[in-house]
């Protein structure tokens, strides 16, 4: 009876194993090899990054400063201008408040002027009068006098014009008189009291001049 031929499993086995491995080392070499970063560059890029966000947001606060800058200028100019028509209201407020009460204080003072004059004939009256009764005449004088010193307080001045250069901003001359031994258009004699009130007139004096 022949003998069958026997083929060693061992050697098919490790046939087998090397085929495996040409395989394995074919599918290795054709992978693709995909590149890889340390984390070096990544930091890096990282810190760029942020510094690229910094430096924009620099650049928005830069630009709101410059915004805010403008609007406060604007603000202050429109503050200044509201200001200065607020002084410019007072003042003219004032100014007329002042014209006002000034006027007021002329016209009620200038109708007190007629009460002096009454007062200052009465007075010459009293003066001339050898037979006036003296309490009378003291009583008189005395009202006479405090009605002069209320419009002192007042600010209303007797002008002083006999002997005096005529001076149309001030005198009314009513008549003119020839005297030899005065200058010309000097006062010669008043007619009736003027008055000012500080510094300004209320009624020139009415006189007499030379010629």
Do not use: W
């Not at 560059?41 to 830069?62: A, H, N, P, T, Y």
């Amino acid at each position: 009876m022949p003998m069958k031929e026997h083929t060693p499993q061992n050697t098919k086995n490790n046939s087998n194993f090397y085929d495996i491995d040409e395989q394995i080392k074919e599918s290795d070499s054709k992978k693709v090899k995909i590149p890889t970063y340390s984390k070096s560059m990544d930091s890096k890029s990282s810190q760029q990054s942020k510094q690229g966000e910094l430096e924009s947001q620099i650049e928005k606060l830069k630009e709101e400063l410059v915004q805010k800058e403008k609007t406060n200028q604007k603000d202050k100019e429109r503050f200044l201008r509201a200001l200065a028509d607020y002084e410019n209201l007072e003042k003219r407020t004032k100014a007329e408040r002042s014209r006002i009460l000034k006027n007021a204080n002329a016209n009620l003072l200038t109708t007190f002027l007629e009460l002096a004059d009454t007062l200052e004939k009465a007075k010459s009256s009293f003066t001339d009068s050898s037979n006036a009764n003296t309490e009378l005449k003291e009583g008189f004088l005395a009202i006479e006098r405090q009605f002069s010193s209320i419009l002192n307080n007042a600010g209303v001045e007797r002008l002083e014009c006999l002997g005096t250069k005529f001076d149309p901003a001030f005198h009314e001359a009513v008549f003119v008189r020839k005297d030899p031994g005065e200058g010309e258009d000097i006062i010669l004699e008043e007619v009736q009291a003027g008055y000012t009130l500080n510094t300004t007139l209320l009624r020139p004096s009415k006189v007499i001049i030379a010629k």
